[in-house]
């Protein structure tokens, strides 16, 4: 379901930018780039360190589990912050949703995902608990590969979203 | 283990695909094929999300049709707009 929000969310951005180019390759350029690739590194070092976690687990490895677990979590803090420093520059410009159409498509998109990092923290934090009580073992994983999925969902997200608003042009 | 260095060659991957991209907006780079071999690049990187770090590979087909197809479905409509616009 996300997919699909997110996926017609893509497509009206390029098709709303074909309307607007010249807007939207201007207001693109004050779009913090390094902060948009440190975040998606960040993303995808995170989702690396879950599928570690995947893998400890599978291994009955559950201690190592935990710490691949809050490796990710931390992945993905560093993103909420560095998001945060991101908007806090813009807000702090006068620039809210109704700016411009540019602005409108950066911050819908930004924020709506930004929502769903924080949900996958939640889930990723709920699983590492589980894991810390002992309700997962080499035999009953799926609660952990289940969490995991949602945050290579979010992941896979950001990979579009940061070409699509950041860069291409 | 061997499963293991897989994963960590396709996030060390995926890490440089995203410094190329980065390098891209950097220097402002535009024209369609810039724009066609980032559209290409933000795929590949997807694909092997999809099939490494999700493990769809053993899943049912059709998850294997929503995920991959989502993918492809969002990159052509995005490259199509572009040249439109051109």
New interface residues.
């Given amino acids: 379901m996300e997919l699909l929000v997110f996926g017609i969310f893509f497509i009206v951005y390029a098709v709303m930018r074909v309307q607007n180019i010249e807007m939207f390759n201007h207001y693109q350029l004050t779009l913090n780039k390094e902060l948009g690739a440190v975040n998606t590194l960040l993303l995808i070092s995170s989702s690396y360190f879950v599928v570690r976690a995947v893998h400890a687990i599978r291994d009955n490895k559950v201690e190592s589990c935990i710490h691949w677990l809050y490796a990710g979590l931390a992945g993905g803090a560093g993103f909420l912050i560095l998001k945060a420093l991101e908007y806090s520059d813009k807000f702090s410009a006068g620039i809210s949703l109704s700016t411009n159409t540019f602005y409108m498509f950066y911050l819908s998109l930004t924020m709506f995902h930004f929502l769903h990092v924080i949900l996958g923290m939640v889930i990723l934090f709920a699983v590492a608990l589980k894991a810390k009580q002992g309700r997962y073992s080499a035999e009953n994983y799926t609660g952990v590969e289940t969490g995991a999925s949602y945050w290579h969902m979010v992941d896979l997200v950001w990979i579009i979203l940061f070409p699509l608003v950041y860069i291409i042009r | 283990m061997k ?2 260095n897989r ?2 060659f ?2 060390l991957l ?2 440089l695909l ?2 190329s ?2 390098a ?3 220097f ?1 780079v ?1 024209g369609l094929a810039v ?1 066609m071999f ?2 290409v ?2 795929a590949i ?2 694909g092997l ?2 099939r ?3 493990a769809l590979q053993g899943v049912a087909l059709l998850w294997q049709i ?2 991959y197809g ?2 492809m ?3 052509l ?2 490259a199509i ?2 040249i ?2 051109l």
Avoid: N, Q, R, S
């Fill in positions: 499963m293991v994963e960590m396709i996030w995926m890490m995203t410094l991209t980065y891209m907006g950097k402002a535009d724009v980032l559209l690049t933000a990187k997807g999300i999809i490494d770090f999700m929503i995920m989502w993918l479905l969002v990159c409509t995005i707009t572009y439109v616009g």
